[in-house]
């Protein structure tokens, strides 16, 4: 599994190249952290990354029962000012922006204007007041996909209006602590977290340090993430080390645990030819804004929408025990090729090879058989539903 992982950060390094010209490769702010907890570095995003530290699947089951440590800082953290800048995102974001509550946060996607998926992102409306959130005069604060985020920002420059200031945050870094026991520990040094609920966030502190913290995910356990000054970084993750449930885990587990909760990864589930609605994301459309239709590829989402797209992201579980990866095709029963995987590996939770893959709308429904073809070599596989594990979040009114 580690090989495909490092394969998988390879592509996505070169995903990010602009202008053909390959990219520094960057260091995160924890960097050495990583390297003395016996992290292996690989290329990812264009930053050194740790892909595992003990093993993948050690880390993975250790954060389905316990709480893992993420350094997720490649992200990019963007702030937005000025006036209307809930209006103005609307324009290329399908999602209700301008009805989104303070401290409140929303998954959407970053559309062109043929409808096809540039990024997908979180965005969260920001309390006012002074000391209500740490990142100055922002109204919006928006997290981005490591290997996108240079060029979402250029995009937004083209789309929004003169007077809405983008800031891209470098200086500060970002963690996520994922599993069922990340509240117990982060509460220990953070009091008050415990209050959040899934898709909200706050303003706390730590050593009278200014953070943010938000509850959701990518791992589809409870679980929270971090932006604090870069300066700190080091600390923070020491102390959350240093509790008994948190262990540092690396991209090969955060590839498997997203993989089993069903959540795509941009640059291979999802990509500019990509709709909404073949990636099976329509719960990013809000209502208010699919009967308004004014948001970037409009017309052609919302005709699909309507009438079903002719291709369509689903889930499969693979025959026997060897993982069918990325760029394996599926074939019909004549052998021709109707689709192709986007995702796939050994799925630890499951005990059994899982995947992603697009295909034709009409072989989409749970239990459909398929035939794969990697490397010359067939596998049957059956549509699956997705997620492959249950989400745990903790949600408003849970008890």
Same mark, same amino acid.
């Given at each position: 599994?580690?090989?495909?992982?490092?394969?998988?950060?390879?592509?996505?390094?070169?995903?990010?190249?602009?202008?053909?010209?390959?990219?520094?490769?960057?260091?995160?702010?924890?960097?050495?952290?990583?390297?003395?907890?016996?992290?292996?570095?690989?290329?990812?995003?264009?930053?050194?990354? %740790?892909?595992?530290?003990?093993?993948?699947?050690?880390?993975?089951?250790?954060?389905?029962?316990?709480?893992?440590?993420?350094?997720?800082?490649?992200?990019?953290?963007?702030?937005?000012?000025?006036?209307?800048?809930?209006?103005?995102?609307?324009?290329? !974001?399908?999602?209700?922006?301008?009805?989104?509550?303070?401290?409140?946060?929303?998954?959407?996607?970053?559309?062109?204007?043929?409808?096809?998926?540039?990024?997908?992102?979180?965005?969260?409306?920001?309390?006012?007041?002074?000391?209500?959130?740490?990142?100055?005069?922002?109204?919006?604060?928006?997290?981005?996909?490591?290997?996108?985020?240079?060029?979402?920002?250029?995009? *937004?420059?083209?789309?929004?209006?003169?007077?809405?200031?983008?800031?891209?945050?470098?200086?500060?870094?970002?963690?996520?602590?994922?599993?069922?026991?990340?509240?117990?520990?982060?509460?220990?040094?953070?009091?008050?977290?415990?209050?959040?609920?899934?898709?909200?966030?706050?303003?706390?502190?730590?050593?009278?340090?200014?953070?943010?913290?938000?509850?959701?995910?990518?791992?589809?356990?409870?679980?929270?993430?971090?932006?604090?000054?870069?300066?700190?970084?080091?600390?923070?993750?020491?102390?959350?080390?240093?509790?008994?449930?948190?262990?540092?885990?690396?991209?090969?587990?955060?590839?498997?645990?997203?993989?089993?909760?069903? !959540? %795509?990864?941009?640059?291979?589930?999802?990509?500019?030819?990509?709709?909404?609605?073949?990636?099976?994301?329509?719960?990013? *459309?809000?209502?208010?804004?699919?009967?308004?239709?004014?948001?970037?590829?409009?017309?052609?989402?919302?005709?699909?929408?309507?009438?079903?797209?002719?291709?369509?992201?689903?889930?499969?579980?693979?025959?026997?025990?060897?993982?069918?990866?990325?760029?394996?095709?599926?074939?019909?029963?004549?052998?021709?090729?109707?689709?192709?995987?986007?995702?796939?590996?050994?799925?630890?939770?499951?005990?059994?090879?899982?995947?992603?893959?697009?295909?034709?709308?009409?072989?989409?429904?749970?239990?459909?058989?398929?035939? *794969?073809?990697?490397?010359?070599?067939?596998?049957?596989?059956?549509?699956?539903?997705?997620?492959?594990?249950?989400?745990?979040?903790?949600?408003?009114?849970?008890?």
């Amino acid at each position: 599994m580690s090989d495909a992982v490092i394969e998988q950060a390879q592509d996505a390094e070169l995903a990010g190249e602009l202008d053909g010209e390959e990219p520094a490769i960057q260091q995160l702010p924890l960097d050495a952290w990583h390297r003395t907890q016996g992290g292996r570095m690989v290329p990812f995003a264009g930053y050194e990354m %740790p892909v595992q530290y003990k093993g993948i699947m050690a880390e993975h089951l250790w954060t389905r029962e316990n709480a893992g440590l993420f350094d997720v800082s490649h992200m990019g953290q963007v702030g937005l000012t000025g006036e209307g800048v809930a209006k103005a995102l609307e324009a290329v !974001l399908p999602g209700d922006i301008a009805g989104l509550a303070p401290a409140k946060m929303r998954y959407s996607l970053l559309l062109n204007d043929a409808g096809g998926i540039l990024d997908d992102l979180m965005v969260t409306t920001l309390p006012a007041g002074e000391g209500a959130h740490p990142f100055g005069e922002a109204s919006h604060y928006m997290v981005v996909n490591g290997a996108t985020k240079y060029d979402d920002v250029s995009y *937004l420059l083209d789309v929004l209006p003169e007077d809405v200031v983008i800031n891209l945050m470098e200086d500060q870094a970002l963690l996520a602590l994922q599993g069922p026991k990340a509240v117990d520990a982060l509460a220990r040094i953070v009091p008050g977290v415990e209050a959040l609920v899934f898709m909200t966030a706050g303003a706390f502190a730590w050593n009278d340090t200014p953070l943010w913290i938000s509850r959701s995910g990518y791992t589809g356990e409870d679980g929270f993430e971090i932006s604090l000054p870069a300066e700190i970084a080091e600390g923070f993750a020491t102390a959350l080390c240093e509790q008994p449930e948190v262990e540092p885990i690396g991209l090969g587990a955060r590839d498997s645990l997203r993989l089993e909760a069903g !959540l %795509p990864l941009y640059g291979h589930d999802l990509d500019p030819e990509t709709t909404p609605v073949m990636a099976d994301l329509g719960f990013a *459309l809000s209502k208010r804004r699919r009967e308004a239709g004014d948001f970037a590829g409009a017309a052609r989402i919302l005709g699909e929408r309507e009438n079903g797209p002719t291709v369509k992201r689903v889930g499969l579980m693979i025959d026997g025990r060897q993982p069918v990866r990325e760029g394996a095709s599926v074939v019909d029963a004549d052998g021709a090729i109707i689709g192709r995987v986007t995702s796939g590996g050994f799925a630890p939770s499951v005990g059994a090879p899982i995947g992603m893959a697009y295909g034709p709308a009409a072989l989409a429904a749970a239990g459909t058989p398929l035939k *794969l073809i990697q490397r010359g070599k067939l596998h049957d596989a059956t549509v699956a539903a997705m997620p492959f594990v249950p989400h745990r979040y903790i949600r408003a009114g849970a008890k």
